[in-house]
């Protein structure tokens, strides 16, 4: 589990904190930051859990270093059943997790931003499992909009 301290420097450390970067470490402010490992081929892999009565996705943020393809591992360790309702390029995952499963998905997401997945059945506590994967990096030149540079930190 990460401490209070912990969490705010990896925040800080993957730049999830800043204006105009990836700066989703204050919009969802519960659960864990994870990073996604990198096989020698480039793919990338990383588990994903629901813990037992938590009502969330464990971690709750995770980041990948770069666009490319991740194979996610998904576990649910919950009494209850759930679901994940995952993002991919041409087309959304979904995958029924009964109580005490796991699942695998295989997602391509090739582009810098935050990608959001969540377990929408149940209405768990009001708003259902929410999480969201941060892709790092600049989009490509020919992606970039016409305008005068922004500040970076």
Not at 20 to 38: H, M, P, S
Not at 43 to 66: C, F, K, Y
């Amino acid at each position: 589990m990460t401490t209070a301290k912990e969490r705010s420097d990896l925040i800080n450390e993957l730049g999830l904190d800043w204006q105009n970067k990836a700066g989703l470490g204050r919009v969802l402010g519960t659960g864990n930051i994870g990073q996604a490992t990198e096989g020698s081929d480039g793919r990338m892999q990383a588990t994903i859990r629901i813990n037992p009565d938590e009502l969330a996705w464990d971690p709750s943020i995770l980041v990948m270093p770069h666009g490319g393809d991740i194979d996610l591992e998904l576990i649910n360790d919950d009494r209850n059943t759930h679901c994940a309702l995952l993002p991919s390029n041409g087309d959304r995952k979904f995958i029924w997790l009964v109580n005490h499963s796991r699942g695998r998905a295989t997602l391509n997401l090739d582009g810098p931003g935050y990608y959001w997945f969540s377990s929408p059945t149940g209405n768990d506590e009001g708003r259902g499992l929410t999480g969201a994967i941060v892709v790092l990096g600049d989009a490509p030149p020919e992606a970039r909009l016409d305008r005068p540079a922004q500040p970076r930190p």
